[in-house]
């Protein structure tokens, strides 16, 4: 049974930074695509950052060059590195992950969820 438990969110100002983590249990090996989502109040839920079977990643336009998505495999683990910070990057941050994924930013991809950690951002 595959289980992602995401931590790390919190509090911080503009211009600062967090990262989010994800530990992965469950699945038979190392060789499984990852994605970050968020989830603003009052918006859908979107893809922000993925990262494929063979480790190639792809980023939603608002966060490139400030996020980083990366997987630990000897420890399971998934990261999101978010720097530069803005009050716009305030959400739900889930991660998800799934054996074969085509669209990594597309949350149908995916079966496996984490229950999600808040990230505020304030001005």
């Known amino acids: 049974q595959v289980q992602l438990r995401e931590s790390g969110g919190g509090s911080v100002q503009a211009g600062g930074s967090l990262r989010l983590s994800c530990v992965a249990s469950?699945?038979?090996?190392?060789?499984?695509?990852i994605g970050w989502f968020r989830q603003a109040p009052g918006k859908e839920r979107e893809g922000v950052a993925a990262?494929?079977?063979?480790?190639?990643?792809n980023y939603a336009d608002s966060v490139k060059g400030r996020f980083t998505i990366s997987k630990d495999n000897a420890r399971n683990t998934l990261y999101l590195e978010m720097k530069s910070l803005k009050p716009e990057d305030t959400a739900m941050y889930y991660c998800?992950?799934?054996?074969?994924?085509?669209?990594?930013?597309?949350?149908?991809?995916?079966?496996?969820w984490g229950q999600g950690t808040q990230v505020t951002v304030s001005s």
């Open positions: 998800a992950a799934d054996v074969w994924v085509v669209d990594g930013l597309a949350d149908t991809e995916y079966n496996y």
């Open positions: 469950g699945f038979p090996d190392s060789r499984y695509a």
């Open positions: 990262s494929d079977r063979d480790g190639s990643t």
